[in-house]
């Protein structure tokens, strides 16, 4: 299925480029899209690829913006719930620069402009920085639950889903599709039962600016994947904003099910936990739940 940008979107579009700053509006500006409906941006996004062959240059900074998401997708192959007009749902490409003398995506790649730029592998905690910085500006106080779950007032008001695309050798991640979900107030017909213990949305949603906060969303994305801003810095931001450290949490993964207390998160965005046995392990990925 072929979806187009509304028509009538131009006018968003063109406020969501007023409000980005000088350096976001040179990655972004011109790239933005705004959608009635669509199944998911990320899809979406993931499907541009199709088109470009080997260019994924000429992707870099492309913006999906949706009112409502028929099929949107979160972690783990879980669905986004994406109701119409009551959330902002988007998709930034990003094209990451060529780690200069680096084998593997776990170093840092390194502008000419001497940026030094974030490991790709830290997207996912960084555009939750992201959010956060964003909603402050609004007067909002936001926490995050690793990995990728924004939370205001106890609710959970944002979800984060990154996917990479390999380039031609397998090896090489050429590309980073980052998708937010952010809940502004809460659609007509409430949230979906399974999701109504967890789910919230922000203080006043209603008379938010969407497209004053999608342009701080992404002008804080840009600044932050770019490294403009050291992203090393942003980790120890994402750790003091968490909520879940000393906590007793239970993990869930496809081998087994266990409690432990969060201890620590590295500078890699993995979670240290202390099992039963007092020892220690490292969460590179997976889920953990927590009674709030």
Not at 60 to 65: E, F, R, T
Not at 118 to 128: E, G, N, R
Not at 232 to 253: D, P
């Amino acid at each position: 299925m072929i979806f187009s940008p509304l028509p009538a979107a131009e006018s968003s579009v063109r406020r969501i480029e007023s409000f980005l700053s000088p350096r976001a509006l040179s990655v972004c500006g011109g790239k933005i899209e705004v959608f009635k409906t669509i199944d998911s941006t990320n899809t979406e996004a993931k499907r541009r690829f199709e088109f470009v062959h080997c260019d994924f240059a000429a992707l870099h900074g492309s913006v999906l913006v949706a009112e409502h998401q028929s099929a949107g997708r979160g972690r783990l192959g879980k669905s986004f719930f994406s109701p119409a007009q009551s959330g902002i749902y988007l998709s930034l490409i990003y094209i990451p620069p060529c780690p200069r003398n680096c084998a593997s995506d776990k170093t840092a790649g390194v502008f000419d402009g001497g940026l030094q730029a974030p490991p790709s592998s830290l997207f996912t905690p960084l555009a939750a920085v992201c959010v956060c910085r964003a909603l402050d500006e609004l007067g909002i106080e936001a926490s995050i639950k690793w990995v990728n779950d924004v939370f205001v007032g106890g609710k959970k008001v944002c979800g984060i889903l990154t996917e990479g695309l390999m380039g031609t050798h397998k090896a090489e991640l050429s590309a980073v599709v980052a998708g937010v979900g952010i809940n502004l107030y809460e659609a007509d017909s409430g949230f979906p039962e399974e999701l109504r213990g967890t789910a919230g949305s922000l203080p006043d949603g209603s008379s938010i600016d969407k497209d004053a906060l999608t342009a701080s969303l992404l002008s804080h994305m840009i600044d932050a994947f770019s490294g403009t801003i050291d992203y090393r810095l942003l980790m120890e931001e994402y750790k003091e904003r968490s909520f879940i450290l000393g906590k007793t949490v239970t993990v869930i993964s496809p081998l087994e099910t266990y409690e432990a207390e969060a201890v620590d998160i590295s500078g890699e965005g993995h979670l240290i936990v202390r099992d039963a046995s007092g020892g220690l392990r490292e969460l590179i990925s997976g889920e953990i739940s927590l009674r709030l």
